[in-house]
Protein backbone atom coordinates (compact mmCIF):
# COMPACT_ATOMS: atom_id res chain seq x y z
CA UNK A 1 0.00 0.00 0.00
CA UNK A 2 2.79 2.73 0.77
CA UNK A 3 4.40 1.72 -2.54
CA UNK A 4 0.91 2.58 -4.32
CA UNK A 5 0.66 5.61 -1.93
CA UNK A 6 4.43 6.64 -2.97
CA UNK A 7 3.62 6.07 -6.54
CA UNK A 8 0.35 7.99 -6.78
CA UNK A 9 2.75 11.43 -4.95
CA UNK A 10 5.32 10.57 -7.66
CA UNK A 11 2.35 10.80 -10.48
CA UNK A 12 0.90 13.78 -8.90
CA UNK A 13 4.08 15.31 -8.58
CA UNK A 14 5.29 15.03 -11.96
CA UNK A 15 2.76 15.81 -13.40
CA UNK A 16 1.73 19.12 -11.37
CA UNK A 17 5.32 20.24 -11.82
CA UNK A 18 5.68 19.61 -15.40
CA UNK A 19 8.93 17.62 -14.98
CA UNK A 20 10.44 18.20 -18.28
CA UNK A 21 11.33 14.04 -19.12
CA UNK A 22 7.74 13.21 -18.09
CA UNK A 23 6.51 15.75 -20.85
CA UNK A 24 9.25 14.78 -23.44
CA UNK A 25 8.42 11.02 -23.02
CA UNK A 26 4.14 11.88 -22.76
CA UNK A 27 4.37 13.58 -26.01
CA UNK A 28 7.14 10.76 -28.11
CA UNK A 29 4.61 8.03 -26.39
CA UNK A 30 1.56 10.15 -28.48
CA UNK A 31 3.14 10.99 -31.15
CA UNK A 32 4.45 7.47 -32.09
CA UNK A 33 1.17 6.05 -30.93
CA UNK A 34 -1.28 8.32 -32.96
CA UNK A 35 1.27 8.13 -36.03
CA UNK A 36 0.91 4.42 -35.93
CA UNK A 37 -3.04 4.50 -35.26
CA UNK A 38 -3.07 7.06 -38.24
CA UNK A 39 -1.41 5.27 -41.15
CA UNK A 40 -3.01 1.63 -39.20
CA UNK A 41 -6.76 3.39 -39.71
CA UNK A 42 -5.48 4.00 -43.39
CA UNK A 43 -5.18 0.71 -43.88
CA UNK A 44 -7.20 -1.67 -42.20
CA UNK A 45 -10.66 0.09 -42.45
CA UNK A 46 -10.82 0.30 -46.28
CA UNK A 47 -9.33 -3.27 -46.02
CA UNK A 48 -12.41 -5.20 -43.39
CA UNK A 49 -14.06 -2.94 -45.43
CA UNK A 50 -13.34 -4.96 -48.61
CA UNK A 51 -13.12 -8.22 -46.67
CA UNK A 52 -16.72 -8.05 -46.20
CA UNK A 53 -18.16 -6.85 -49.55
CA UNK A 54 -16.07 -8.47 -52.03
CA UNK A 55 -16.09 -12.03 -53.08
CA UNK A 56 -12.66 -13.63 -54.07
CA UNK A 57 -11.19 -17.15 -53.96
CA UNK A 58 -9.07 -17.34 -50.76
CA UNK A 59 -11.45 -14.53 -49.15
CA UNK A 60 -11.88 -17.19 -46.25
CA UNK A 61 -8.55 -17.73 -45.76
CA UNK A 62 -7.12 -13.82 -45.97
CA UNK A 63 -9.96 -13.65 -43.11
CA UNK A 64 -9.00 -16.70 -41.25
CA UNK A 65 -4.95 -15.04 -41.77
CA UNK A 66 -6.02 -11.77 -40.71
CA UNK A 67 -7.68 -13.15 -37.04
CA UNK A 68 -4.51 -15.33 -36.46
CA UNK A 69 -2.56 -12.14 -36.96
CA UNK A 70 -4.22 -10.65 -33.92
CA UNK A 71 -2.75 -12.84 -31.61
CA UNK A 72 0.79 -12.16 -33.01
CA UNK A 73 3.25 -12.01 -30.22
CA UNK A 74 4.57 -8.18 -30.35
CA UNK A 75 8.40 -9.31 -29.34
CA UNK A 76 7.89 -11.73 -32.41
CA UNK A 77 6.75 -8.59 -34.38
CA UNK A 78 9.97 -6.28 -32.94
CA UNK A 79 11.95 -9.12 -33.61
CA UNK A 80 11.92 -9.39 -37.29
CA UNK A 81 11.42 -5.89 -38.33
CA UNK A 82 14.94 -5.35 -36.18
CA UNK A 83 16.32 -8.49 -38.63
CA UNK A 84 15.02 -6.02 -41.86
CA UNK A 85 16.18 -3.10 -40.43
CA UNK A 86 19.32 -4.21 -38.93
CA UNK A 87 22.66 -3.06 -41.06
CA UNK A 88 22.54 -6.84 -42.15
CA UNK A 89 19.22 -6.68 -43.33
CA UNK A 90 17.31 -5.45 -46.59
CA UNK A 91 16.12 -2.32 -45.51
CA UNK A 92 18.96 -1.43 -43.16
CA UNK A 93 20.44 1.24 -45.64
CA UNK A 94 17.28 3.25 -44.62
CA UNK A 95 18.97 3.50 -40.89
CA UNK A 96 15.44 3.18 -39.12
CA UNK A 97 16.63 1.10 -36.58
CA UNK A 98 16.23 2.42 -32.91
CA UNK A 99 14.46 5.27 -34.47
CA UNK A 100 10.42 6.66 -33.80
CA UNK A 101 9.98 5.49 -37.26
CA UNK A 102 10.59 2.17 -36.65
CA UNK A 103 8.75 1.94 -33.09
CA UNK A 104 5.90 3.30 -35.81
CA UNK A 105 6.28 0.16 -37.88
CA UNK A 106 6.04 -2.45 -35.27
CA UNK A 107 3.15 -0.25 -33.94
CA UNK A 108 1.31 -0.18 -37.38
CA UNK A 109 1.60 -4.24 -37.90
CA UNK A 110 0.73 -4.64 -34.50
CA UNK A 111 -2.79 -3.15 -34.66
CA UNK A 112 -3.71 -3.02 -38.31
CA UNK A 113 -5.01 -6.80 -37.81
CA UNK A 114 -6.77 -6.02 -35.15
CA UNK A 115 -8.62 -2.87 -36.64
CA UNK A 116 -9.09 -4.67 -39.78
CA UNK A 117 -10.69 -7.59 -37.77
CA UNK A 118 -13.29 -5.41 -36.25
CA UNK A 119 -14.05 -3.23 -39.42
CA UNK A 120 -14.66 -6.61 -40.88
CA UNK A 121 -16.90 -7.96 -38.42
CA UNK A 122 -19.08 -4.50 -38.24
CA UNK A 123 -18.95 -3.83 -42.30
CA UNK A 124 -20.18 -7.51 -42.35
CA UNK A 125 -23.11 -6.86 -40.43
CA UNK A 126 -23.71 -3.68 -42.47
CA UNK A 127 -23.11 -4.78 -45.38
CA UNK A 128 -26.57 -7.48 -45.26
CA UNK A 129 -28.66 -4.64 -44.54
CA UNK A 130 -27.18 -2.36 -47.35
CA UNK A 131 -26.95 -5.35 -50.00
CA UNK A 132 -30.19 -4.61 -51.73
CA UNK A 133 -30.43 -1.12 -51.89
CA UNK A 134 -26.47 -0.28 -52.95
CA UNK A 135 -27.33 -2.90 -56.04
CA UNK A 136 -30.05 -1.67 -56.88
CA UNK A 137 -28.68 2.00 -56.93
CA UNK A 138 -25.82 0.24 -59.56
CA UNK A 139 -23.22 1.90 -56.48
CA UNK A 140 -19.85 1.18 -57.70
CA UNK A 141 -17.41 -0.56 -55.28
CA UNK A 142 -15.67 2.97 -54.02
CA UNK A 143 -19.13 4.24 -53.48
CA UNK A 144 -20.24 1.52 -51.49
CA UNK A 145 -16.73 1.29 -49.12
CA UNK A 146 -17.65 5.01 -48.46
CA UNK A 147 -21.20 4.28 -47.95
CA UNK A 148 -20.48 1.63 -45.31
CA UNK A 149 -17.58 3.49 -43.78
CA UNK A 150 -19.69 6.38 -43.06
CA UNK A 151 -22.50 4.11 -41.76
CA UNK A 152 -20.23 2.50 -39.52
CA UNK A 153 -18.20 5.27 -38.53
CA UNK A 154 -19.11 4.97 -34.61
CA UNK A 155 -18.42 1.36 -34.61
CA UNK A 156 -15.43 1.74 -36.03
CA UNK A 157 -14.74 4.47 -33.72
CA UNK A 158 -14.59 1.74 -30.94
CA UNK A 159 -12.12 -0.60 -33.70
CA UNK A 160 -9.71 2.22 -33.89
CA UNK A 161 -9.75 2.76 -29.89
CA UNK A 162 -9.15 -0.82 -29.46
CA UNK A 163 -6.07 -0.29 -31.69
CA UNK A 164 -4.90 3.00 -29.68
CA UNK A 165 -5.36 1.23 -26.79
CA UNK A 166 -3.11 -1.92 -27.72
CA UNK A 167 -0.70 0.57 -29.18
CA UNK A 168 0.18 2.82 -26.06
CA UNK A 169 0.69 -0.11 -23.80
CA UNK A 170 3.37 -2.06 -26.00
CA UNK A 171 6.16 -2.55 -24.60
CA UNK A 172 8.13 -5.74 -26.03
CA UNK A 173 8.09 -4.77 -29.37
CA UNK A 174 8.95 -1.05 -29.01
CA UNK A 175 11.95 -2.20 -26.81
CA UNK A 176 13.48 -4.53 -29.61
CA UNK A 177 12.72 -2.01 -32.67
CA UNK A 178 13.46 1.33 -30.24
CA UNK A 179 15.94 0.76 -27.82
CA UNK A 180 14.80 2.70 -24.90
CA UNK A 181 17.08 5.52 -26.08
CA UNK A 182 17.14 8.75 -24.05
CA UNK A 183 15.62 11.58 -25.29
CA UNK A 184 15.46 9.52 -28.27
CA UNK A 185 13.02 6.89 -28.20
CA UNK A 186 12.35 6.28 -24.55
CA UNK A 187 8.19 6.38 -24.35
CA UNK A 188 6.28 5.99 -21.17
CA UNK A 189 6.18 1.81 -21.42
CA UNK A 190 10.06 1.46 -21.63
CA UNK A 191 10.70 3.83 -19.31
CA UNK A 192 8.23 2.06 -16.80
CA UNK A 193 10.35 -1.34 -17.64
CA UNK A 194 13.33 0.68 -17.27
CA UNK A 195 12.63 1.89 -13.39
CA UNK A 196 11.29 -1.13 -12.37
CA UNK A 197 14.66 -3.04 -13.09
CA UNK A 198 16.24 -0.78 -11.21
CA UNK A 199 14.24 -1.01 -8.39
CA UNK A 200 12.43 2.42 -8.27
CA UNK A 201 8.46 1.03 -8.64
CA UNK A 202 7.00 4.77 -6.80
CA UNK A 203 8.43 6.22 -10.27
CA UNK A 204 6.97 3.24 -12.05
CA UNK A 205 3.96 3.25 -10.82
CA UNK A 206 3.72 7.00 -11.32
CA UNK A 207 4.61 6.51 -14.96
CA UNK A 208 1.85 3.99 -15.33
CA UNK A 209 -0.68 6.27 -13.76
CA UNK A 210 -0.01 8.64 -15.72
CA UNK A 211 0.28 6.49 -18.75
CA UNK A 212 -3.36 4.85 -17.90
CA UNK A 213 -4.39 8.51 -17.27
CA UNK A 214 -3.25 9.62 -21.09
CA UNK A 215 -5.01 7.00 -22.37
CA UNK A 216 -8.57 7.58 -20.64
CA UNK A 217 -7.92 11.59 -21.86
CA UNK A 218 -7.56 10.26 -25.11
CA UNK A 219 -10.34 8.14 -25.31
CA UNK A 220 -12.82 10.82 -23.66
CA UNK A 221 -11.40 13.10 -26.15
CA UNK A 222 -12.29 11.36 -29.01
CA UNK A 223 -15.51 10.46 -27.90
CA UNK A 224 -16.72 13.95 -27.35
CA UNK A 225 -15.50 15.44 -30.58
CA UNK A 226 -17.18 12.09 -32.33
CA UNK A 227 -20.35 12.36 -30.23
CA UNK A 228 -21.16 8.81 -29.66
CA UNK A 229 -23.17 9.25 -26.41
CA UNK A 230 -25.03 12.59 -27.35
CA UNK A 231 -28.90 12.64 -26.73
CA UNK A 232 -30.59 10.17 -29.21
CA UNK A 233 -27.63 9.09 -30.89
CA UNK A 234 -28.32 5.31 -29.06
Do not use: C
Not at 58 to 86: D, E, H
Not at 150 to 164: E, K, P
Not at 183 to 197: D, K, M, N, P, Y
Request: charged share 15%.
Amino acid sequence: MNTITEGLLSAAKLVVTLDPDLVEISLRSLRVTLTALVVASIIAIPLGTVLAIQRFRYRRTVIALLNAFMGLPPVVVGLVIYVLLSRAGPLGVLGLLFTPTAMVIAQVVIITPLIASVTHQAMRDLWADYHDLLISLNATKRQRIMTLIYDGRRTLLTAVLAGFGRAIGEVGAIMIVGGNIEHATRVLTTAIALETGKGDFALALGLGFVLIGMAIAVNLAIHALSGTEREGRW
